[in-house]
């Protein structure tokens, strides 16, 4: 069991298999040094599905060592969680839903899947305006879509942080969002039958 010594400086650690072998190694210090980050960077290696005591062991040191500011897990994110779930204060949604931490390749493609689908309103919202009011009023019908659409951006990100610093969680402005976009389905759903019904009226 190793012994691990209180860091003599401000140390981020890297917990994985070969860490000495690793880019982070170099690409740290460049990094912290462009941004003014007064902090080290230093390997924990365990084999692969490693004992969970060891695990703990690190978790703890890290916890209680003033300088030691936290780590960067890889390979063994999700044995490291297991173990030592008891040993954390706090768990973001996306660590407690994925069972893992420091989950950035996975965090990552949700965020790369969410901007391929974030931008699908922009045809309805300029083409439902025009298709219900009419092309006499295309004009006003999608500027002030577009204008309640940038408006629900900005509030939805205010009420997500707002939410955050009451409850101390993300869980209730998830859910929150979560209404919102059930609602605004709804919506969807009545639009394109009002639609539906008025193109049949104008057709028969």
């Not at 205010?158 to 609602?183: C, I, N």
Request: charged residues 15%.
């Amino acid at each position: 069991m190793p012994a691990y010594l209180p860091a003599a400086r401000p140390t981020m650690y890297f917990i994985g298999v070969t860490t000495t072998q690793s880019s982070i190694m170099k690409v740290f210090p460049a990094w912290a040094g462009a941004l003014g980050i007064e902090a080290v960077i230093s390997g924990i290696d365990f084999v692969p599905d490693d004992r969970p005591e060891r695990y703990r062991e690190a978790v703890s040191f890290i916890k209680s060592d003033p300088l030691s500011l936290g780590t960067l897990v890889t390979t063994h994110k999700m044995n490291l969680l297991k173990a030592s779930r008891d040993l954390f204060d706090y768990l973001d949604p996306f660590a407690v839903t994925l069972g893992e931490v420091s989950s950035i390749p996975i965090m990552l493609a949700i965020v790369a899947l969410l901007a391929v689908f974030i931008q699908l309103y922009f045809g309805p919202l300029f083409a439902v305006p025009a298709r219900i009011f009419g092309q006499g009023v295309a004009g006003l019908s999608s500027g002030f879509g577009n204008f309640c659409a940038n408006l629900g951006g900005f509030a939805s990100a205010l009420l997500l942080g707002v939410l955050r610093d009451a409850t101390g969680s993300f869980t209730v402005g998830f859910l929150a969002l979560a209404g919102m976009a059930l609602v605004g389905f709804a919506a969807v759903v009545a639009l394109w039958r009002t639609g539906s019904a008025r193109d049949h009226r104008l057709t028969s």
